[in-house]
Nanobody, 127 residues
């Protein structure tokens, strides 16, 4: 099981960044992004089912972030626009084989749903 994040780095406030996460060695039903800022708990950013069009976002990133996937590459992306200093964090991707139907918006935003986690990629937004 491997999840390899990439795309983090240093960006100026107002800039954009796209993170990638390539999954291998396992099957999954959904993937997600969480982030952890210094001194804070890990928090949900976005998630996406691996079939269909369901995507879920934290209120804090709605309108400024887009999660997408490439099924052929087993890769999930997180495009972030108009970045702010408070977006500075380590961003983690994760995957789960769990399937939730009507309550996906709740379960696919919770850490405990996801079994496999990447090592994280640092995003630093300078003001």
């Amino acid at each position: 099981v491997q999840l390899a994040e990439s795309g983090g780095g240093l960006v100026q406030a107002g800039g954009s960044l796209t993170l990638s996460c390539a999954a291998s060695g396992h099957t999954f039903y959904a993937m997600c992004w969480f982030r952890q800022a210094p001194g804070k708990e890990r928090e949900f950013v976005s998630s996406i089912r691996w079939s269909g069009d369901s995507r879920y976002y934290a209120d804090s990133v709605k309108g400024r972030s887009t999660i997408s996937r490439d099924n052929a590459k087993n890769t999930v992306y997180q495009q972030m626009n108009n970045l702010k200093a408070e977006n500075t964090a380590v961003y983690y991707c994760a995957s789960t084989a769990k399937y939730y139907s009507g309550t996906g918006g709740y379960w696919y935003s919770r850490q405990e749903t996801f079994e496999n986690w990447g090592q994280g990629t640092q995003v630093t937004v300078s003001s």
